[in-house]
């Protein structure tokens, strides 16, 4: 995720560009730029955020009335001025800025380098005016067109040319990207927010649409260049909602972003049946030579480490354990070069997971790193760095990081199988398939949320709350209660549901809830027996279970159903309501759903 902004009219573009990209600020923030036409085409880019980028723009006096900004968030090439954005094509005549991911950038850099070009950046976006550029015969619109023609991957992107200095063109394919009418100007931007100071009228474009942009008229057109209707949508939101996209808090945005966060994770990684990890660099030998794995990790992360030990045992068969980076680094764990050490962290920055892998190195473990922040500490000291992908991660509480460090994760060890040889070419492609199904499931989930805050709505009394589950539903309970205790600040405990005789069921009372998650379906009946035991004694239990499966109806007092999945990778979406109940108890109560009391989004101490 990035942002992006332009702007054309009779007004300097500078103000209008910075005020934007600060409304845009939470869709990266990990460098930032401007490029502006005026008696030159001048652009000023920074590593950091809009304030550095403000700062660096104090001494420089740069006039202009069109122009396109961006604030980054780094997914090739490591936050720097270098990487920052726009970047120019060779000649420097013609600037562009891009959200999304150029997949096939290395073949287009590759043939462009054969042909002398110089690249400046690490990114995958500079390959774009670069390319532009190769096509340019004097109309910028053609030449995008053709450019674009010839990516792959996910792109909204503006471009400039100082030959052309009354248009900027726009391009959207699976990334957002709006525009706003004004009166004599025109606006683009990422997101709402962004524009809602200057007009209200706004066109939501939409994939494959190209647009030319002036002052006094914009044409959109479809990718054979013909024109096409686009509706004016107008929009009433308070600037201060609209950040967070209409939603009340940055925790249910980025739930309700889970769908999108799949399907980037998959992205490059999942090619027709075929599951790969361009990234990964360890050869089958090194593989081969592995017999022990670990994941560490701390809180939410570790969790979805909990997840990949099950995967590792059944597809590699390789003894696995997963173990939270702050007890890890004071032990003294059997560890060689024969292990494999992943380390998962959203930030990258958590002092006991840095730790950690710093201990499981020194002791010649090769390491992985599943990491969401690039260029973060752990992304540089791992041997080999596989981001997730997930975009910036505002609430404290993690959610769509999760869902993509299970995925990224299971899409790894899928990938280290087939190496192995222990995937079927069969099974390689029913999990495909699998996989691409489960935007369309987490979207259902989603979609029924009021399923959920309908239940919550009557759990007033409740003290204190339990979440079981057997083998891979047991890795979600305890990522479910965590998530309810760090913003509800309910008590609330996960268990192996089998555990329950051996103690917990002495608590339970009817002022207790259970949340039994039934989904793993070689273990269905034996934690329907749980769920009886915890009725017996009283307790009120919701339980989630799979579409179908509506036996559980006759003993859990409510059920949400899920959609089915395969059990390897019913994590991802099965999580969804769990954190929905979450948010859904800490919304009813009023609380600061986003800040939680006591925590901070990033552990950077121990
Ligand atoms: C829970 C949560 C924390 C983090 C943990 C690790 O919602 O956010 O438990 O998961 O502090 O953080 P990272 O993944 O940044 O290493």
Redesign the pocket.
């Given at each position: 995720m990035c942002g992006i902004v332009g702007y054309i009219g009779d007004k300097e573009a500078l103000p209008i560009l910075i005020d934007g990209l600060k409304k845009l600020e939470y869709r990266g923030y990990d460098s930032a730029g401007i490029a502006i036409i005026g008696k030159d085409l001048t652009v000023v880019k920074t590593q950091g955020r809009i304030s550095d980028l403000e700062k660096k723009l104090s001494t420089e006096e740069i006039q202009g009335t069109i122009g396109i900004g961006h604030t980054r968030w780094a997914t090739h090439g490591i936050p720097n001025d270098i990487n920052a954005h726009p970047h120019f094509s060779e000649s420097k005549n013609i600037v562009v800025v891009h959200n999304g991911i150029i997949e096939n950038y290395i073949e287009i850099k590759k043939m462009l380098i054969k042909e002398g070009k110089v690249f400046r950046s690490e990114t995958d976006t500079e390959v774009i005016p670069y390319l532009i550029e190769e096509f340019y015969e004097g109309d910028l619109l053609k030449a995008v067109n053709k450019a674009t023609d010839l990516l792959e991957g996910s792109y909204a992107i503006a471009v400039m040319s100082k030959n052309e200095r009354d248009r900027f063109i726009v391009v959207r394919k699976d990334s957002p990207l709006v525009l706003g009418v004004g009166d004599h100007e025109n606006f683009v931007a990422s997101d709402i927010p962004a524009l809602l100071q200057y007009t209200k009228d706004i066109i939501i474009l939409e994939n494959g649409d190209i647009a030319d942009i002036h002052k006094d008229s914009y044409t959109i057109y479809d990718r054979d260049l013909k024109p096409i209707r686009r509706n004016i949508q107008r929009i009433d939101w308070k600037i201060e909602d609209a950040q967070k996209g209409g939603f009340k808090h940055f925790m249910l945005k980025e739930i309700f972003e889970e769908p999108n966060v799949i399907k980037e994770a998959m992205r490059g990684r999942i090619k027709g049946d075929s599951i790969e990890i361009p990234e990964l660099k360890l050869t089958k030998e090194e593989l081969s030579s592995i017999n022990q794995v670990y994941f560490v990790?701390?809180?939410?992360?570790?969790?979805a480490g909990l997840v990949g030990r099950y995967l590792v045992e059944k597809y590699l068969k390789i003894p696995s354990t997963a173990e939270v980076a702050s007890e890890f680094r004071y032990r003294d764990p059997v560890i060689d070069k024969h292990t494999l050490l992943f380390v998962?962290?959203?930030?990258?920055?958590?002092a006991d997971?840095l730790a950690a892998l710093r201990l499981g190195k020194a002791k010649g473990a090769k390491t992985i790193g599943i990491v969401?922040?690039v260029g973060s500490s752990?992304s540089r000291e791992v041997d080999n760095v596989i981001y997730i992908h997930a975009g910036p991660e505002i609430a404290?509480?993690?959610?769509k990081?999760?869902v993509a460090?299970v995925e990224v994760i299971a899409l790894i060890v899928l990938y280290m199988a087939k190496i192995l040889g222990c995937l079927e070419t069969e099974e390689e492609k029913h999990l495909a398939k699998e996989f691409n199904a489960l935007y369309d499931r987490a979207n259902n989930i989603i979609q029924r949320c009021g399923e959920i805050a309908d239940f919550v709505s009557t759990t007033k009394n409740i003290e204190e709350t339990f979440y079981i589950g057997r083998n891979l539903d047991f890795a979600l309970s305890l990522e479910g209660a965590?998530?309810l205790k760090?913003i509800s600040y309910i008590h609330a405990e996960g268990y192996p549901a089998g555990e329950l005789k051996h103690g917990p069921l002495a608590l339970i009372t009817p002022n207790s809830l259970v949340i039994a998650i039934n989904t793993y379906k070689p273990l269905r009946e034996k934690t329907l027996s749980n769920i009886k035991e915890v009725k017996a004694r009283g307790g009120k239990v919701l339980a989630i279970a799979e579409e179908g499966n509506s036996n559980i109806e006759e003993v859990a007092d409510r059920v949400f159903y899920v959609p089915k999945t395969r059990d390897d990778l019913a994590p991802i979406v099965n999580i969804i309501p769990l954190q929905l109940i979450a948010y859904y108890m800490a919304e009813t109560r009023g609380l600061d759903i986003d800040k939680p009391r006591n925590?901070a989004?990033?552990?950077t101490v121990e």
């Open positions: 990790a701390c809180g939410t992360a570790y969790h998962v962290s959203q930030s990258g920055e958590t997971t969401n922040v752990v404290v509480a993690s959610t990081a999760y460090q965590l998530k760090e925590l989004k990033s552990v």
